[in-house]
């Protein structure tokens, strides 16, 4: 059946496999995607639970996203501001909770300069970096060698300025422990969204959302593809040779010049390749593991917050729900309601996770209480996003290295194996497990394939 030839497989339709199968239509080449779920999106996932229309996935969009905002543009999709009025809230070290405004935890003097010094630091690494090759960083043999964590106690006692450090990269980005991953892992962080600085601000890093969820960016892909897109189909063997390869799904196979395996590198090892993919390869992809973090929805009658002069953004390094904020719908004019998003990322995510249904509500439930007082305790709705339990991600929110695999395996991240090639935003640079990286590496990858 010539259907079954073709010249691309693209393997996964979340933004990555989207992004290159689309420009490779538009190009002229014969292309199918490949996708294991019953919907495209991946990560991205736009669904209406009890009523409440929740980012179940990514949902933020930041201005040096440049990117993901070309993207909105020629999607015709618009945004809006992230609702951000009022004081913020910090519940800090001596567990008092505090209100601020702007940018700055309200810490001691001490404190704060002990945490400016650290931002600017970090901000000097990461100018020094290509976050498409930390492994060439002038530092970067010394730094993957070391924790995050051991690199902020060798820059400072202050401790509460380590924890509150360590949040920015370690539960708010890399949903790992800082002694899990290394300092040049948290430098790349830093450098793939343009600076240290800019995950500090939040104002900044999830300033707009897109009307009608970020979803619409996958969905309007698929729409200009329908028919190449080949949904319940999971790619269980792709057997290669320099000439090609023959992918394998169901009962089903596709005979292909080049195969883009757009899924996370977690998940490229549970595919059977023959013969076997090189050593390196195989290895690198055991050294790379996904963060945890639990993504809560939580839905009050009102956004009750707003009245107490609260922006809803709440931090704290010491509560189980680290970071809060107000995600109500404002792009539905009929939307009452109030949502908070909160988050609860590594080993508080482990501990959770023990619990039954009912005690993990009452948990963050309580750990809400405690920013915004015992309004918080009466949701009308309440929704734990699944990722880390849905066999085709198995995580939140990407994937990094642990320490010391950066610079052993960096340099093979993004080679190919005969006609198999590699994508996803977990091997990004600019937008690094961000959907911004997610559309660069889908571009770059049909730009390489088309010259090819
Ligand atoms: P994926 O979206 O993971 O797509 C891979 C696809 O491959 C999936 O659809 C999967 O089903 C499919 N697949 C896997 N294996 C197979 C197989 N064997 N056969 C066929 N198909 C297969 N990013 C932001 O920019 N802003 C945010 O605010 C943000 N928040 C996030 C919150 C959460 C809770 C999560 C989970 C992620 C968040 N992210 C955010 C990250 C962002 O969603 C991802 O970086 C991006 O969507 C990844 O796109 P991708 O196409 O590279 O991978």
Redesign the pocket.
Known sequence: NSDDNVDVVV???????LTAAVRLHEAGRKVVV????DRV????WTETVDGVRLEV????VSPDQTALLGMLDELGLDTYARHREGESIYIGRDGVRRTFLGEAFPVSDATSAEMERLTKELDRLAAEMDPLSPWEHPDAERLDRMSFAAWLAEQTEDEEARDNIGLYIGPAMLTKPTHAFSALSAVLMAASAGGFSHLVDADFILDRRVVGGLQQVPLRLFERIPDLVRLS???SRIDWSDDGATVHAGGESWQARHVVM???PT?VN??QFSPALPPVHAQMRQHQSFGLVI?LHITYATPFWRAQGLSGTAFSPYAVVHEAYDNSNEDLPSETRGTLVGFVSDEKADALLGLSASARRDKVLASLAGYYGTEALSPVAYYE?P?MADE??AG???TSFDIGSLTRYGKHLRQDVGPVSFA???IAGLGF??????IR?GSSMSERLLSS
Not at 11 to 17: F, R
Not at 41 to 44: D, N, V, Y
Not at 433 to 438: M, N
């Open positions: 393997v996964g339709a979340g933004v990555t496999g490949l996708e294991a779920r999106g991946g990560r991205l996935g990514g949902q933020w189909t999971p790619v757009a899924v996370p998940l549970r595919v993504k996003s990722w085709w991600t939140a929110y990407a996803s935003s977990d497990q961000h959907v911004d990286g997610a590496m």
